[in-house]
């Protein structure tokens, strides 16, 4: 005795289609996929960290508000491609650019942004801007990764 949906039911092909979608869900991951996933997860949190070292000398989390904030400020910059000093001073006065970019902000913080700035001279300024890049996009690897990022 069968029951109602058997007969709508062509188990053949059914079986094939199941076979199918296992293969393709045991295909490893090809490199490009797994270097953006690590990217995504792990290189934000690198480049603060590079911004904050190599300008203050200090680690992100034990960095003042305005030096945190001054890393995710050039962390947004370097994101969207503004790798000048002068796209970077810019944004101390550039209130709703900060708002459309998620970053919290205060006036007295983003006075102490644009000193930190412009203490940093421009070739140094872009030679920290492209290592920051190259870190997020090209060195960062899996051995990289703590183990909770993994």
């Known amino acids: 005795m069968s029951t109602a949906y058997e007969r709508y039911v062509d188990w053949k092909k059914l079986a094939f289609a199941i076979a199918g979608f296992l293969i393709v869900l045991f295909i490893p991951l090809p490199a490009s996929m797994l270097d953006v996933g690590i990217e995504y997860t792990a290189g934000k949190t690198r480049v603060l960290e590079k911004f904050t070292t190599e300008l203050f000398g200090r680690s992100f989390a034990d960095a003042e508000q305005w030096q945190a904030m001054t890393a995710r400020i050039l962390e947004a910059n370097m994101d ?6 002068k796209v970077a001073e ?8 900060l708002k459309r970019s998620s970053i919290s ?3 007295s913080h983003l006075k102490k942004y644009g000193e930190a700035i412009r ?7 872009r030679s920290m801007m492209d290592e920051a890049r190259k870190l ?14 993994q």
């Open 80 to 85: 969207q491609g503004a790798m000048s000093r």
């Open 90 to 97: 810019d944004r101390e006065t550039d209130t709703r650019w």
């Open 105 to 107: 902000h205060h006036s």
């Open 119 to 125: 203490a940093v001279p421009e070739d140094r300024f």
């Open 136 to 149: 997020k996009l090209d060195d960062l690897g899996w051995g990289d990764l703590t183990e909770a990022e």
